[in-house]
C-alpha cells in the first residue's frame, strides 16, 4: 500500500503508527546490541556498508553503485552483497547471474548486477554466508547493501543516509543510532543539477530517460505517463514533473507487476494522452520481460549526487589498508 506523504490518511494513523513504531524500534534496539555483542572481525576483506534508518526510500541502490563505479575506475575488484528481499532465493541465498529472474534474485540485486556484469552479487538472508561466497570467489572489497542491521560484522567503513522528508523514515530505528556510521549525509534536494552541494547532504539526478535497448531518447515536450514501485514513490514523481507528466501513478516498493498493470498502465496512457510511459530503473527490471511490444516504454535513470570527498574517503581507506 502507498500512501501520499501530505495526504489525510497518514496524518490520521501516525499517532498509532509512533506507538507502535516506539515498541518496534526498541526490539529492534536490543537485537542490533545483543548481535554486537557476538561481532566478528574479517582482516582480510573490506567492508563498506550503506544503511539507512528507515523502511527505504533513501537512495542506499544508487549509492551501492556509485561506490561500485568508483571502485571499478581504479582496477578494483568487489562483491556486493544485498538480501533480495521477498526473492525465492532470500532464505537459501545464492550468487546472483543476469539469467535470474528478480522474482528470484529480488529486484535491486538483478538491476545492480546488469550495472555491474563483471562483479559478483551475492543475496541471502545469512549475510555470513554471503560474505564466506564472497570471500571463496577471491573477492577481497565488499559493499554491503542495508548493512545496518548486521551489527554482527565489523564494517571498515559505514555510509548513513538519511532522508527525514520521507514520512515513515523515522519508524524502523531510533534517529541517535546514525551516529555508528562513519559519514552520515541528509538528503537535500539542490535544485539545479550544476548547483555545489552543501557538506554532507546528497541529491539526485534524472537527466536520462533509456528505452529496452539502453538507448538515450530525447522526448522533448512529448507528454509522459510515470508509475514507480520504489520507498520513495513522491520524489520519483517530482522527479518526472521536469517533463510533461500527465498523470502518475505509484505501487508499492517491490511490487511484482503483472501483465494486468502493464495493460491498465497503457489504458491510463492513452486516456491521459501520454506519447511514452516512463518508470524507474529498478520497475524496468522486473517488467522488461513481460513488456508488449506495443507499448511504448521508457526508464529513467536516476543517480545520486554526493560531496566530491564522500567516494574519496572510502577510496583512500582502502587504498591505505592495502586492498586497493
Known sequence: M????????????????NLASLVFKSISFV???????????FPKLFIISVDNLSFGGTGKTPLVMAIGRALEKKGARFAIISRGYRSRYEK??????????????????LMLKASFPTQDVFIGRDRLCSLAAAAAKNCRILILDD???SSHIKKDFSVMLINSGHPYFYLRNFKFMSRRADRILTYQPAGQAEKPLPADTYDF???KLLNA?????????????AFSALGDNDRFENDMRRYLLTAFRGFSDHHAFSPADLHSLERLRKEKGGEWLVCSEKDFCKIKNLLPAAIPLL????????????IEQIIKHATEKGFI
Open 92 to 109: 537459501k541465498g545464492i550468487c546472483v547471474h543476469a539469467e535470474h529472474s528478480y522474482k528470484e534474485v529480488g529486484d535491486e540485486p
Open 299 to 310: 526508464y529513467a535513470r536516476n543517480e545520486i549526487r554526493l560531496p566530491n570527498d564522500t
Open 213 to 225: 535497448a539502453g538507448q538515450e531518447v530525447t522526448i522533448g515536450a512529448a507528454p509522459i505517463v
Open 31 to 41: 537485537n542490533i546490541k545483543i548481535r554486537a555483542l557476538r561481532q566478528k572481525d
Open 147 to 149: 548493512g545496518f542491521q
Open 205 to 207: 539526478v534524472t537527466d
Open 2 to 17: 502507498q500512501f501520499k506523504a501530505n495526504s489525510a490518511f497518514p496524518r490520521l494513523i501516525w499517532p498509532f503508527l
